[in-house]
């Protein structure tokens, strides 16, 4: 997956396992177009990263804040802040949209359910 913002990307490449990744970032995107804090967590084995999404209530901007933890280097717990950005919705939802859509489009059902093990999260 890669994320572009005006200013930055990250891009880093999601396992299937153990949780379906793509339908808990749709919510968590959800959630905060709503107010609600909300987290998606990707595994890239051996490391997890974490998608914090937090909504400010006075300047109506959402914070994308991507940590990193289970690295060897660190001690178990520890976690790493390895990207951060905040925007109006637009600004940080469209890009994930943009995203999904892409990899949809460039992906068949069948293929996508072969190597995620899952079917792509068309309905939400």
Known sequence: ???ETNDSHLSIDISY?????LDE???ALLLVTQRVESVAIAYT???VFRFKFTRNEETDLISL?????ASRLRRPGE???????????KSIVTPFWKAMRKLESLTSPEE??????????TEK
Request: no cysteine; proline share 8%; glycine share 2%.
């Open 1 to 3: 997956m890669k994320i």
């Open 112 to 121: 996508y359910r072969a190597r995620m093990r899952l079917d792509f999260p």
């Open 79 to 89: 976690v790493l802040a390895v990207f951060s950005t905040k925007g109006n919705v």
């Open 65 to 69: 804040d991507i940590y990193s933890d």
């Open 45 to 47: 084995e051996p490391t």
């Open 25 to 27: 970032l749709l919510t």
């Open 17 to 21: 396992t153990p949780n379906d990744f």
